[in-house]
């Protein structure tokens, strides 16, 4: 597989992940960061970080807004709920791996 071809599909698996994330809202990002270690709050980082590797200004709510599909705000206040007793524990424990 050329490295153009590889680029294309890559691309195409990150917009399908984040198309996935945007229809489950029920996911929280707490629960994603206890399972998995990133959330999409750490994609939007990585956006930014790509962003800015190649030279190219990208602020961190305008990053937020491409992975969440909305301003991050908005997000929080339709979907977010209040992590549990278990769930902070959880992310406490698993914090290093982070």
Known sequence: MDDNTKQELEAA???RLV??????TDVQNIDMMNLAGFCRNCLSN?????????GLSLEKADARE??????????KDKYQTDASDAQKAAFEKNKPQH
């Open 13 to 15: 698996v990150f917009r």
């Open 66 to 75: 491409i992975v969440y599909g909305m301003p991050y705000g908005e997000w």
């Open 46 to 54: 990585w956006y930014q970080d790509a962003a800015e590797e190649k």
């Open 19 to 24: 198309d996935h994330l945007r229809n489950r």
